[in-house]
């Protein structure tokens, strides 16, 4: 069972963090996209500018 939820934890990581990396162009951010892109859940979490920003990139 704890695997099970290891795995499907890095699967969302790893979705999350693709669809944002593919559509960084997308956001207002200039910054470090590896760091934005790495750091994706908890600035999500902690950051309402970045979650909209987040959500921009998800889209399309």
Request: cysteine-free; aromatic content about 16%; proline content about 2%.
């Amino acid at each position: 069972m704890g695997t099970l939820l290891l795995l499907v934890g890095l699967g969302i990581y790893g979705w999350g963090a693709v669809k944002f990396w593919s559509g960084f162009r997308r956001t207002n951010f200039n910054g470090n996209r590896l760091m934005l892109t790495g750091l994706w859940p908890l600035l999500v979490i902690a950051n309402r500018s970045y979650r909209q920003n987040f959500q921009k990139a998800l889209k399309g």
